[in-house]
Every structure is written in C-alpha cells, then in structure tokens.
C-alpha cells in the first residue's frame, strides 16, 4: 500500500513538470531581462575635492594677496569656471543639493540638521551611482554633513550608501589641535570666532591627517576604477593651523572692504543677524582675515600633496579631479563675517575640472554655472546613465570646448529667512536678482554685474529697471516650475516590473506548501521529517542572511559593491536552478534531494530579498513600500483559490519576504526586539499554514478529507489580505476617519465576496464548475472580518497600538482553537490569518525606526530571523508526532530587552563648569540634563584677575538665560586642590592658579549659592554610577532574570593623567582629604620608582610607540593616530603601535589590580584614551590575571575575581549568565545559592567622558544640599 501511495504521488509530481518547465523559462527570462541591467566597465578615475566655507580666496580668482601655489597651478592646468554658484549658503543644503542633483526645494532640506535620508532614504547620491557601476568608492573627511545623530555627536559626514570606505579624521571639534597662541574675537559672545597658530606640523592637524589617509587609499586602490572623495574642513570656523601659516601672514596689509557712502539700504531679509559682529573692532577684522587666509593656505598644502601624489602614480591621464567649495563666505562685506547670504560673496565659490584629453583645459570660463551641474558632468564624462532626473545639466560641452552657441546659462541660490520663508535669487551674465517670499511681498533686489561686484547699489526701486525687474521675476517663477514639475515624475513602469519580482518571490516563497503534503505521502514521512521541508527552506534564510551579515560587518555594504541589479539577476539565476534541480529530484525519488532544491531555492529567494526591497523604496515613497506586497497578497489569493480547485493544498503567501527592507545595527534596541518579534512570528505562522489543513481534517475538528479541507485555506489567506488591505488604509494618515471607515468596510465586504466565490471554483478533469458552499456555513467569517475592523477603529491609525490589539486577538482566537472544537476551533485557527495580516509591517516599522545609515546591515538580520519558519515547524512535527497527530499548544514569550536606568528627575537646576587650559564651558542642569544654551569664554590661565573675570562672565550668562534661579555651582577643576575648600593650586595649564585661589569660596559669596569643587576622576565615577554602566548592567541583569545587583564602582580616567574615583552604594567616596582614588600615585608597574601615570597616560603611548619604532618622542603622533596605525587604517608602524597599547593596558591593569584589593565592584574606564579600549583591554586583563606566588610555591591570579570585559557582546553574556549554585544546608533538606567565583566586570563609559562628569557635578551638589 505505501509503495502504491508513493507511486500514485509521484505520478501527480510527474504530471506537474510542465508547471516547472514553465516557472524555470519564466525566471531564466527575468534573469535574463536583468542582465540587461548590469553596468559597463569605466575608464576614467574620479577625485572630488571639496574645500569647506572657500570663496574665491585665491590667486588664481586675483586675490593677490593669498599663497595658494598648489591650487594656482591646477587651475592653470585644467578649466577653471569664473562664476560658479551655490543652490544653499549653508553647508548640509549646499551638499545635499549637489551630490544628489537635486535643488534644496526638491529635497526639502534647507539646514545643517536635516539628513537628506530622513527625507529622501532612497535617493542614488553622487559617488552611489560610481559605486554602483563598479567602481570602488571612499569618502574621506566631510563630503556629506548629515546632521546629528541620536547622542548629539556629528555622524562623522559618513553615507553608508555612498562609501565602502569613510573617514573624518578627527573632526573639527575646538578641543582638536588647540596648542598654540590663539585669541577669541569679539566680544566673545560667538565661540566660533576664534583662530588658533597651533603647535606641531600638518600632520597633527585633522586635515593633514586627513591628506595622509587620502594619499594612502590612492596607493592602495589606483588600478582600480575609484571614485575618491575628500573634504577638507579649513577653512571652516574655528581657524586653526599650524603657526607657520599665520606667520606667512603676520606682516601682510590686510584690506578691509569699505561700504559706500552712496549705497543703498540693505533689504531687512539679506542677513540673518544685521548686529552680530557689532562688537568686532579693526583689530578682530584683521585678525579673522589673516586667519582665514591662513586656513586657506594651510589646505592648499594639503590639496598640493593629494596632486604630488597623481604624479607620482601617474594618474593625472585617466582621473578626472575636481576641486571646489561648498559655497561662499563674507569677509566683511555689508558688515557680515560669515555665510548664509544670497549675495555674490554668499553664493559665488572656486570650481575647478580637470578632465583628462578635453580641448578646454588650461583656460578660464566666464560662463555661469551651478554646483548642481557636478552630477550630470561626472556622470556624463564617465558613461554613467543618471539613476534619476538630475536638476543640474552636464558641463561637458563646455570642457571640450563645444559650448560656442549655446544659450546663456543662469544660476539660482535660495535661503530660508523668518517673516517670509524663502528667499530666492537668480544670477544673470548682467544682474543678480533677489525675492523675498514667493511673491516677493518681503522686498527685491536687483544688482548690475560687474560694475557693482560688492553689490552695495539695490536697482529694482529705480523706474528704469522695472523691465528687467518683471524680466527676471518670471525667471525665478520658472525655476520654481521646473522644482514643482519634477516631483510629480512618474515611475509607475519601473515599480510595476519590480512588483512582478515581488510576486515570484512570493510564488516560490509558498511551493513548500503545497510540496509538503505530498512528500509527506510519497516518502510516508513523519510529521518532524515532513517537517525538514519548511527547516531546509526558511534555514537558507539564516545561513545566507548570516553570511551577509558577517561580509557586511568586514567590507561596509557588499551588495552596493556588486550592484542591486546585479544581485536580482544572480538571485533569479539561483532560484531557477533550484527549480530545475526537481526534476532529477523526483526522477530519482530522493527525499534528501528534493531538500537540498529547496535550500537552493531558498537562498535565490533570500538574496531576492536582501536586493529588491531598496527598489521597492526607491521607485515608491516610504509610506507606499507596502504596495508590491498588497499586490502580489492580491494575486496570490487568486493563484491560491486556483490550486485548491486542482485538490493541490493552497499556496501560502508568507510575509517574511518583507524583510530585506529593514537595516540597522544590534545596537539599537528596537532591532534586537523586532528580531525576536520577527522569529517568533514567522515560526508561528509557517506552523500554523503548514499544519492547518491537518488540524482542520482531523476527526476532533470536521473529519473533512484533506482535500476538502485544503479548500479553507483560502479564508485564512483570504483573511490575511483583507487585514493588509484594510490595514493600509487604516494607517493613511490623508483620508478623514469617515473616508477610512468607508472605504475599509467597503474592501472588506468585497473581498469577502470574492474569496467566497473563489473558494467555489472547482477544475475536475478540465472542467470548471462552481460549487459554492452554503451561506449559513461560513457565516463565522465575515462575522470575524468585522470584529477586525472594530480593532482597527481602536488602533486610530498607530503601528504600536494596532500591534497590541492584534496580537492580544491573535492569542485569544489560537487559544481558543487548542481549547475548543468542531467549527469554532476551525473558525478560530482561520481567524488567525486576519490578525496576523499586520504583523510583519508593523513589527518591522517599529523595529527600524531611527536607525538611519545603519540599515544595510539591519535587512540581513531581520531575514536572519525568518529561521523561526525553520525551526517551530520541526518542533510542531515532533510534538504532532507524539501526540499521535492531534493539536498542538505552542506559546512563546520573550525578556523584555533592558533599558538605561537614571535617578529620578530633580528639578532643581545647578550651574556647572568644564575648566580647560584654553577655555571655560559653562552649562546648566536640570534633572541631571543640559538645558538652555551653553557659553565658552577664554580661560586666560596666564592672567587671574582676566580669568575670575570670565568665570564670573559665564556664569552670569548661563544664570540670565535661565527661567528659575539655580540652588549651587559644582564642578570640576584640574587638580592638585583642597576641595574641601574649595581652593585649587598647581594647576599646571593654568599658571595663575599655581598659589592657590579659594575658587569656590569666591564663586559661593559673587552668586550667593553654595559651590562645589570637585575631582574631575570624582564626578566622573559619580555620573557613570548614576546614569551610566552601573544603572545600565544592572539593567541588563534584571532583564535576563538574575537576581544579582551591582552596587559599587571604580572609575579610571586615562588621559592627560591617570586618575580615578570611587562610589560606594550610591555615595562618592570622598575621604577625610578629599584625596581617595588617587591611583595615578600607585609605584609604576615597569620601574617602581616611577608613578602609575608614567605608564598610563597620553604622553605614555606617545613615549612607547617612539621607542618601539625608533623615533623621537617629540615626533610621535597623537594617540588617536596611533591607534589608527594599530588598526592598519593608517601609515605608521603598526607593530609599535600595537605595542604602544599592550603597555597601556599592563600599566592600567596593574593598577586596577591593586585598587580591586580595597574595592569589590564594577570598574569602568572613560578619558581621551578609552576609545581605544579594544587595543588595550585584553592586555589589562592579562595583567589583572598575572600569577603571584606564595613562598611554598603555590601560584594564584593578582585579583581573586572572574575578569570580564563588559565592552564586548561575549563578554556581557558571560557576566548575565548564572553563576551561582545550590548548597544544601546540613542536616536539612534545605539548599541556599552561592557564588563561589567572585566577578569584576569592566566596561567603558556609557556617556562618555565630559557628559558623565557633568552628571557626576550635579548628582554631587543634590547629594550635598540634601544632606545639608
């Protein structure tokens, strides 16, 4: 009997080939259409130079008076374009435009705080579409702006897309390279106006650092198409550079602009802050022009080494170079020292090409051009078809000198301005014209080119001018039609094919199902061997998601390196093969073989997902990502009904496919919980579909056939297509809640019908008849579709609160399926698929909301997460196996995943102080967070009564921009003091303190409240112990259910100098001197005569990396550069550099270890150097485990403690999990729990440095006041 059932089946398979011939010649088909997409092989490099805040600040544009040999040169070598313009006087509006091709209107993005992939996360930039076509793409120093992240921190002008490679060299931050005579101009009001003549060469500058890095990926990548980015920072504000730059400039006449007596009055919208450099006097003029000349000769030296270096390599013959700004900058012109103007010196900015064998290089071009143009000219001089309509048009032409004849060109500059919104310019070969307000209604502006170059003299009031005024007016009104015209492109053919991609994705997603019967007939399987076939299918979803990630994680973005298009096609190509391999399948009746098709199968479908979600993005807005997925919901169904009439199970559209949209990182919490969300909804939705059909036959339930009980499917996929359906409406946030609710009901009732009359469809032996079921019998259906959208109405349209009320349904309908029988289980395991219609697209919404560039990694693991469909079949197979077939009770639940701990929220607002050598910072605290506005003054460490002045300045600032008076000052002051006193002395950065000044005595009697100073290493652990790794670990203990609490910490500081701080159960441990945690005056672990600081410090690396590489001391790079040369992303010795950290880690364990003989409790490192704790932790360890023997010869580890290192995923799950055991008590049946290995745990700061000991601050003063 059983060879006859499997001689039948496989008859039925066999009578099923043409439907694979058929679906194998469609996917080779579709392959072969994206063949058709791949890119051809380029021949000319790219080299893009952007130079930060340049005007035409050269000599090379007749500024005499500036040294920019290196840039004079280039443009004496390629076409340099005379009147080249901005879209945005702003850097972040200005990049975005440019690189993406795109005016500011068009993006939306007017700021230095709005990511364009906020607004536009699908858009190709500029050195994308290089990276695309095959060519290996870097981005060094700031290209992009991009705002902030979530922490407040610069997303280092990094685009995941874009680069395989990023770089920002430090940054530009006023705490970078500030050793050196400097001054703050003004009246100090503006932090930014301020020039430095730093100590040290280029190289200790971040845009030397930042030529090196560009000079080193050259060398490494020139045989290789490369599209090579590099933006340098100078001349950006603050002006810093090495001293040698500014004494180019010490005795240079410095020329001032003067305004004309005669000139007309300037339109209350050109600047945004008319008074702002009201205080600046000849002195702070001349002085912030040198600077600024300074900062641009400093990177023309470093633009200089980037063109050494094509000589060297020979690449000047194929690379075509670049070098411009990003937009203007005044240097006093209408009284105004910076940019955000429409005006000529606003807008107007160097832009030089270079393009290899063009007839028009060497010479100069009056023509107007935009830096938008730079997408279409590098695109159209390289072979590159746009990926989109760019605003810009190609230079080409002009380069090659073919540009005789054609229309004048015109540039348009915009900037947002209060009271009227938008201000619009235009720049003619005569005029530039500016309109405040769409209409104007807030002014214009007419200027005559080149008579007023300044543009002092305003035309448009005059009465012959009212010509060219209408004149240009409808110029600026066409360029807002073109904006306007350009977003309503239509991509409706490009979307409809990849939706076709969708739903063979979706198609081939299914086959398992309807393979899972039958195979379990053939081969007469069990219900966990049958269960093999959803294991072999949703594993290829883990391994090569897996596989992703791990290639991800070492080489950024492989797939943007490959190309998507590409991808599609590979992934099609595997799926047909796995299709074809079925045919030897079940020619050789082999159930291993038909396993091994299936993964096959699986992996095309998964790399089809990781591939063809960013198309879905791309060609349809974020909010209609859903479509392809509805649509192929809606053809699936009709397929599905199709093959049940055949008495083939129905084909079951998984939704798991959804996956390769998300991206993201396991640092964010909100993935690591959609992860598990995910892997519990997938396994418990392929269990429920592949094991309906049983339930729904099984003699407790209807006793129906198989084959009669395959026909419900339709309802439980049918209910799965309402809810989408229903659900996209319902999360429209356009309609009116009446429209919705219409339209919602109106859906629902038609599809009720149409899966009513499908499911009578009926194909016996090439007839279709229609046999529909009796009204009264399905009644409980349409009855559940209304309590569905009854839940809807109760979501209001948020993913979360839909979410909850789903899934609290979902629970009910499948505990009352395990309960119940007869027709009310079956109707509630059909139910199951209208509430789990939502789950994947809400799940995923939240899951990657916030996660911004880090999403190429995010869709490998959240189709990693699909292996749930592997393994809760395999698990309802063996518990349907011992049950004798009956039904399964399966619930799930998980952790829910720990959150940051903080202090309850005071209320009371304390000042406080970042004391430095250069600078005060001065800031206040409200609930242990910075509030209002922060000030930065000079310390003037040299002069005490100009330093009290400024300490008593800030504060008076901070206090008038607060809305309640502040209750104490704290804060932390350079050491050595007696801070009981509040008197600091030695202060070695600050020479007027080295007698002792009672600072807190003389700020407690000036504001009249009490003050506190403090040990910097003090606050420090304070804040860490308040809101940062100690809250934190605790946290993650109670989340993984352990019973354990933390209670203690010691903090290092590794800096300057080494220091330390201490907290015992919440409270700072002090001492009687205010001197506990001074572990810098420990004996050195090298040379006990030496302090533990010698060891452990910034000058120690320096000093170790110098002897180990055989350099002088003096010479050697800072620590962050060194731990770059360790890493091997920087040219250096990186064997000394390695070593330079192993002695840091010994130096700073040793003294650990001795601080752990008083101290039991957590240890976490913060300071400059802790950024580099991968470098030396596993050498700190191995110091804290060091041997020390006892005289009889036993050996045991410095400290008695299990040393885990916090900072690394392995290591945090060795700290959660349970150590302890059970011990029975004697004599009693009793047990109690030990901990028989005692744990130090160290981790590195969780709020860094300067925030944790501002918490630190604030934390100590409440305490203080509270105990009076």
Same mark, same amino acid.
């Given at each position: 009997?059983?060879?006859m059932?499997q001689?039948?089946?496989l008859?039925?398979?066999?009578c099923?080939?043409?439907f694979?011939?058929?679906?194998?010649?469609?996917?080779?088909?579709l392959?072969?259409a994206?063949a058709?997409?791949?890119?051809?092989?380029?021949a000319?490099?790219?080299?893009?130079?952007?130079?930060?805040?340049l005007r035409?600040e050269l000599?090379?544009y007749?500024v005499e008076?500036v040294s920019?040999?290196h840039?004079?040169?280039?443009?004496?070598?390629?076409?340099?374009?005379?009147?080249?313009?901005?879209?945005?006087?702003?850097c972040?509006?200005?990049?975005?435009?440019?690189?993406t091709?795109?005016r500011?209107d068009?993006?939306g993005?007017?700021?230095?705080e709005?990511?364009f992939?906020?607004?536009?996360?699908?858009i190709?930039?500029?050195?994308?579409?290089?990276?695309?076509?095959?060519?290996?793409?870097?981005?060094?120093?700031k290209?992009?702006?991009?705002g902030?992240?979530?922490?407040?921190e610069?997303t280092?002008?990094?685009?995941?897309?874009?680069?395989?490679?990023?770089?920002r060299a430090?940054?530009r931050?006023?705490?970078?390279?500030?050793?050196?005579?400097?001054?703050?101009?003004?009246?100090?009001?503006?932090?930014?106006?301020?020039?430095?003549?730093?100590?040290?060469?280029?190289?200790?500058?971040?845009?030397?650092?930042?030529?090196?890095e560009?000079i080193?990926?050259l060398?490494?990548?020139?045989?290789r198409?490369f599209?090579?980015?590099?933006?340098?920072?100078?001349p950006?504000?603050?002006?810093?550079a090495?001293r040698e730059?500014?004494q180019?400039?010490?005795?240079?006449?410095?020329?001032?602009?003067?305004?004309?007596d005669?000139s007309t009055p300037?339109?209350?919208?050109?600047?945004?802050?008319?008074?702002a450099?009201?205080?600046f006097n000849?002195?702070?003029?001349?002085?912030?022009?040198?600077?600024?000349?300074?900062?641009?000769?400093?990177?023309?030296?470093?633009?200089?080494k980037?063109?050494n270096?094509?000589?060297?390599?020979?690449l000047?013959?194929?690379?075509?170079?670049?070098?411009?700004?990003?937009h203007?900058?005044?240097?006093g012109e209408?009284g105004?020292?910076n940019?955000?103007?429409?005006f000529e010196?606003g807008?107007r900015?160097?832009?030089?090409?270079w393009?290899?064998g063009?007839a028009?290089?060497?010479?100069?071009?009056?023509?107007?051009v935009?830096l938008?143009?730079?997408?279409?000219t590098?695109t159209?001089c390289?072979g590159?078809?746009?990926p989109?309509?760019?605003?810009?048009k190609s230079?080409?032409?002009?380069?090659e000198g073919?540009?005789?004849?054609?229309?004048p060109?015109v540039?348009y500059?915009?900037?947002?301005?209060?009271g009227?919104?938008?201000?619009y310019?235009?720049?003619?070969d005569?005029?530039?014209?500016?309109?405040w307000?769409?209409?104007?209604?807030g002014g214009v502006e007419l200027?005559?080119?080149?008579v007023d170059?300044?543009?002092y003299f305003?035309?448009a009031?005059?009465p012959?001018?009212?010509?060219?005024v209408a004149e240009?007016?409808?110029?600026?009104?066409?360029?807002?039609?073109? &904006?306007?015209?350009?977003?309503?492109?239509?991509?409706?053919?490009p979307?409809?094919?990849?939706?076709?991609?969708?739903?063979?994705?979706?198609?081939?997603?299914?086959m398992?199902?309807v393979?899972l019967?039958?195979?379990?007939?053939?081969?007469?399987l069990s219900y966990?061997q049958?269960?093999?076939i959803?294991?072999?299918?949703?594993?290829?979803?883990?391994?090569v998601?897996l596989?992703?990630?791990?290639l991800s994680?070492?080489?950024?973005?492989?797939?943007?390196?490959f190309?998507?298009k590409r991808?599609?096609?590979?992934a099609?190509i595997v799926?047909?093969l796995?299709?074809?391999?079925?045919?030897?399948a079940?020619?050789?009746?082999?159930y291993p073989?038909?396993?091994?098709?299936?993964f096959?199968?699986?992996?095309?479908v998964?790399?089809?997902?990781?591939s063809?979600?960013?198309?879905a993005?791309v060609?349809g807005?974020?909010?209609?990502?859903?479509?392809?997925?509805?649509i192929?919901a809606g053809?699936?169904?009709?397929?599905?009904?199709v093959v049940?009439?055949?008495?083939?199970?129905?084909i079951?559209?998984r939704?798991?496919?959804?996956?390769?949209?998300?991206e993201?990182?396991l640092g964010?919490?909100?993935?690591?919980?959609?992860?598990?969300?995910?892997?519990?909804?997938?396994?418990a939705?392929?269990a429920i579909?592949?094991y309906?059909?049983?339930?729904?036959?099984?003699?407790?339930i209807?006793?129906w056939?198989e084959a009669?009980?395959?026909v419900?499917?339709?309802?439980?996929?049918g209910g799965?297509?309402?809810g989408?359906?229903?659900?996209? &409406?319902a999360?429209?946030?356009g309609p009116?809640?009446f429209?919705?609710?219409?339209a919602?009901?109106?859906?629902a009732g038609?599809?009720?019908?149409?899966?009513y009359?499908?499911?009578?469809?009926?194909?016996?032996?090439g007839?279709?008849?229609?046999?529909l079921?009796?009204?009264e019998?399905?009644?409980?259906?349409p009855?559940?579709?209304?309590?569905?959208?009854?839940?809807?109405?109760?979501?209001?349209?948020c993913?979360?609160?839909?979410?909850?009320y789903f899934?609290?349904?979902?629970v009910?309908?499948?505990?009352t399926a395990?309960?119940?029988?007869?027709?009310?289980a079956?109707?509630?395991?059909?139910?199951?698929g209208?509430?789990n219609?939502i789950?994947?697209?809400?799940?995923?919404?939240?899951?990657i909301?916030g996660?911004?560039e880090?999403?190429?990694?995010?869709?490998?693991?959240?189709?990693?997460?699909?292996?749930?469909?592997?393994?809760?079949p395999?698990?309802?197979g063996?518990?349907?196996?011992?049950?004798?077939?009956?039904?399964?009770?399966?619930?799930?639940s998980?952790?829910a995943?720990?959150?940051?701990?903080?202090?309850a929220?005071?209320?009371?607002?304390?000042?406080t102080?970042d004391?430095?050598?250069?600078n005060f910072?001065?800031?206040?605290?409200?609930g242990?967070?910075p509030?209002?506005?922060s000030c930065?003054?000079?310390s003037c460490g040299d002069d005490?009564?100009?330093s009290?002045?400024?300490l008593?300045?800030g504060?008076?600032r901070i206090?008038?921009?607060?809305e309640?008076?502040?209750?104490a000052?704290?804060?932390?002051?350079?050491?050595?003091?007696?801070y009981l006193?509040?008197?600091?002395?030695?202060?070695?950065n600050l020479?007027?303190?080295?007698?002792?000044?009672?600072?807190?005595?003389?700020?407690?009697e000036?504001?009249?409240?009490?003050?506190?100073?403090?040990?910097d290493?003090?606050?420090?652990?304070?804040?860490?112990?308040t809101?940062?790794?100690?809250?934190w670990?605790?946290?993650?203990?109670e989340a993984?259910?352990s019973?354990?609490?933390?209670?203690?910490l010691?903090?290092v500081?590794?800096?300057?100098?080494?220091?330390?701080?201490?907290?015992?159960n919440?409270?700072l441990?002090?001492?009687?001197n205010?001197s506990?945690?001074?572990i810098?005056?420990?004996?050195?672990r090298?040379?006990?005569?030496?302090l533990a600081e010698?060891?452990?410090?910034?000058?120690?690396?320096?000093?170790?990396?110098?002897e180990?590489?055989?350099?002088?001391?003096?010479?050697?790079?800072t620590?962050a550069?060194?731990a770059?040369?360790?890493?091997?992303?920087?040219?250096?010795?990186?064997?000394?550099?390695?070593?330079?950290?192993?002695?840091?880690?010994?130096a700073?364990?040793?003294?650990?270890?001795?601080?752990?003989c008083f101290?039991?409790?957590?240890?976490?490192i913060?300071?400059?150097?802790?950024?580099?704790?991968?470098?030396?932790m596993p050498?700190l360890r191995d110091?804290?485990?060091?041997?020390?023997?006892?005289?009889?010869?036993?050996s045991?580890?410095?400290v008695?403690h299990?040393?885990?290192?916090?900072?690394t995923d392995?290591?945090?799950?060795?700290?959660l999990?349970?150590?302890?055991?059970s011990v029975?008590v004697?004599?009693?049946?009793q047990?109690?729990?030990?901990?028989?290995?005692?744990?130090?745990g160290?981790?590195?700061?969780?709020l860094?440095?300067?925030?944790?000991?501002?918490?630190?601050?604030?934390?100590?003063?409440?305490?203080q006041l509270d105990?009076?």
């Amino acid at each position: 009997g059983a060879v006859m059932r499997q001689s039948f089946a496989l008859s039925r398979l066999a009578c099923d080939r043409r439907f694979i011939r058929l679906l194998v010649a469609t996917l080779l088909l579709l392959a072969g259409a994206s063949a058709a997409l791949g890119a051809p092989s380029r021949a000319l490099n790219v080299l893009l130079v952007v130079i930060d805040d340049l005007r035409p600040e050269l000599r090379t544009y007749g500024v005499e008076a500036v040294s920019t040999p290196h840039l004079d040169a280039f443009s004496q070598r390629g076409l340099q374009f005379n009147r080249a313009y901005c879209q945005y006087p702003v850097c972040n509006a200005s990049r975005s435009s440019f690189l993406t091709g795109k005016r500011p209107d068009e993006l939306g993005v007017y700021s230095n705080e709005e990511p364009f992939r906020r607004v536009h996360p699908e858009i190709v930039t500029l050195p994308q579409a290089f990276r695309n076509a095959g060519y290996y793409t870097a981005g060094l120093g700031k290209l992009f702006h991009q705002g902030l992240d979530a922490g407040g921190e610069p997303t280092l002008f990094r685009d995941a897309p874009s680069f395989e490679h990023s770089y920002r060299a430090l940054g530009r931050s006023p705490s970078i390279g500030l050793q050196g005579e400097g001054r703050l101009m003004g009246d100090g009001s503006i932090p930014w106006c301020q020039w430095v003549a730093a100590e040290g060469g280029d190289a200790a500058q971040p845009d030397g650092m930042l030529a090196a890095e560009a000079i080193r990926v050259l060398e490494e990548v020139h045989e290789r198409p490369f599209f090579l980015s590099v933006g340098f920072h100078k001349p950006h504000d603050p002006f810093i550079a090495p001293r040698e730059y500014f004494q180019a400039y010490a005795d240079t006449d410095v020329t001032l602009p003067v305004r004309p007596d005669e000139s007309t009055p300037l339109n209350r919208h050109a600047l945004p802050g008319k008074d702002a450099f009201a205080s600046f006097n000849d002195r702070d003029r001349r002085e912030f022009k040198r600077a600024y000349q300074a900062c641009v000769s400093f990177v023309d030296a470093q633009v200089g080494k980037l063109f050494n270096c094509l000589d060297r390599l020979e690449l000047w013959d194929n690379t075509i170079v670049v070098v411009m700004g990003d937009h203007g900058y005044h240097l006093g012109e209408h009284g105004w020292w910076n940019k955000v103007t429409v005006f000529e010196h606003g807008a107007r900015t160097p832009f030089v090409v270079w393009l290899p064998g063009a007839a028009a290089m060497g010479n100069d071009s009056d023509a107007i051009v935009e830096l938008l143009d730079l997408y279409p000219t590098l695109t159209d001089c390289c072979g590159l078809e746009p990926p989109h309509r760019l605003s810009g048009k190609s230079l080409r032409p002009i380069l090659e000198g073919r540009a005789e004849g054609a229309a004048p060109y015109v540039a348009y500059t915009q900037v947002v301005r209060g009271g009227v919104g938008m201000g619009y310019s235009v720049r003619t070969d005569r005029f530039r014209f500016t309109q405040w307000g769409r209409n104007g209604e807030g002014g214009v502006e007419l200027y005559e080119h080149p008579v007023d170059h300044d543009e002092y003299f305003n035309l448009a009031a005059r009465p012959s001018s009212a010509a060219h005024v209408a004149e240009l007016s409808e110029l600026l009104q066409a360029g807002n039609a073109i &904006v306007a015209d350009s977003r309503r492109q239509s991509t409706a053919g490009p979307f409809a094919l990849v939706t076709l991609l969708f739903f063979f994705w979706g198609f081939i997603t299914v086959m398992n199902d309807v393979l899972l019967p039958y195979l379990k007939q053939s081969f007469v399987l069990s219900y966990l061997q049958a269960a093999l076939i959803q294991f072999a299918f949703f594993s290829a979803f883990f391994v090569v998601s897996l596989i992703y990630y791990l290639l991800s994680s070492r080489v950024a973005d492989p797939i943007q390196h490959f190309g998507y298009k590409r991808l599609i096609m590979v992934a099609l190509i595997v799926c047909a093969l796995g299709c074809a391999l079925f045919w030897p399948a079940s020619v050789t009746t082999s159930y291993p073989f038909f396993l091994g098709a299936l993964f096959l199968l699986a992996t095309g479908v998964t790399l089809l997902q990781i591939s063809a979600n960013p198309y879905a993005a791309v060609l349809g807005s974020l909010q209609s990502v859903h479509t392809p997925y509805l649509i192929y919901a809606g053809m699936f169904l009709a397929l599905a009904a199709v093959v049940s009439a055949c008495k083939l199970p129905v084909i079951i559209n998984r939704r798991e496919a959804e996956a390769a949209e998300a991206e993201g990182a396991l640092g964010y919490p909100q993935l690591r919980l959609g992860m598990a969300a995910i892997f519990l909804y997938v396994g418990a939705e392929v269990a429920i579909g592949s094991y309906l059909v049983n339930f729904i036959a099984d003699p407790a339930i209807t006793g129906w056939q198989e084959a009669d009980a395959s026909v419900y499917l339709a309802y439980y996929w049918g209910g799965a297509m309402i809810g989408r359906l229903c659900g996209a &409406v319902a999360l429209n946030r356009g309609p009116s809640p009446f429209s919705k609710a219409v339209a919602m009901v109106l859906i629902a009732g038609a599809l009720v019908g149409l899966v009513y009359l499908m499911t009578g469809l009926r194909f016996d032996e090439g007839r279709l008849s229609l046999k529909l079921a009796s009204l009264e019998s399905i009644a409980p259906f349409p009855c559940l579709v209304a309590f569905c959208l009854f839940v809807f109405a109760l979501g209001r349209g948020c993913p979360a609160k839909t979410l909850i009320y789903f899934s609290g349904c979902l629970v009910a309908l499948l505990v009352t399926a395990a309960t119940a029988g007869g027709s009310v289980a079956m109707w509630a395991a059909l139910g199951a698929g209208l509430f789990n219609s939502i789950m994947w697209s809400n799940i995923f919404t939240l899951s990657i909301d916030g996660l911004n560039e880090q999403t190429p990694q995010g869709s490998s693991l959240l189709v990693m997460m699909i292996v749930g469909g592997a393994i809760f079949p395999l698990f309802m197979g063996a518990v349907a196996d011992y049950a004798g077939g009956g039904r399964v009770n399966n619930s799930s639940s998980t952790a829910a995943e720990p959150t940051r701990h903080s202090s309850a929220v005071d209320r009371r607002v304390v000042l406080t102080l970042d004391a430095g050598g250069t600078n005060f910072a001065f800031s206040a605290l409200q609930g242990g967070e910075p509030i209002g506005d922060s000030c930065v003054l000079p310390s003037c460490g040299d002069d005490l009564d100009a330093s009290l002045d400024n300490l008593v300045a800030g504060f008076d600032r901070i206090i008038s921009a607060l809305e309640v008076d502040p209750v104490a000052i704290s804060f932390a002051f350079p050491g050595p003091a007696d801070y009981l006193s509040g008197v600091v002395f030695n202060v070695g950065n600050l020479p007027a303190y080295r007698d002792g000044v009672a600072i807190g005595p003389f700020l407690q009697e000036r504001f009249g409240v009490p003050t506190f100073v403090n040990n910097d290493g003090d606050l420090f652990a304070l804040g860490e112990a308040t809101a940062g790794l100690l809250p934190w670990v605790n946290g993650r203990l109670e989340a993984a259910g352990s019973d354990r609490r933390c209670h203690n910490l010691f903090a290092v500081t590794l800096g300057t100098g080494l220091g330390g701080g201490a907290v015992l159960n919440g409270r700072l441990l002090v001492g009687d001197n205010a001197s506990a945690a001074e572990i810098w005056r420990l004996p050195n672990r090298l040379d006990a005569t030496l302090l533990a600081e010698e060891g452990a410090s910034i000058r120690a690396v320096q000093r170790a990396y110098a002897e180990a590489s055989m350099t002088s001391s003096a010479d050697a790079p800072t620590p962050a550069v060194i731990a770059a040369i360790a890493k091997g992303s920087h040219p250096g010795d990186e064997r000394a550099a390695l070593s330079a950290f192993e002695s840091l880690g010994q130096a700073v364990g040793d003294a650990i270890a001795t601080a752990t003989c008083f101290f039991d409790g957590l240890v976490v490192i913060g300071g400059g150097l802790s950024g580099s704790a991968a470098l030396f932790m596993p050498s700190l360890r191995d110091a804290l485990a060091s041997p020390l023997r006892t005289r009889a010869g036993a050996s045991l580890p410095r400290v008695a403690h299990e040393v885990i290192d916090l900072s690394t995923d392995e290591g945090m799950a060795s700290f959660l999990r349970p150590s302890f055991r059970s011990v029975t008590v004697p004599r009693s049946s009793q047990t109690v729990r030990c901990h028989p290995q005692p744990r130090l745990g160290i981790g590195v700061s969780r709020l860094g440095t300067n925030e944790a000991t501002a918490v630190g601050a604030y934390a100590f003063a409440i305490q203080q006041l509270d105990n009076g």
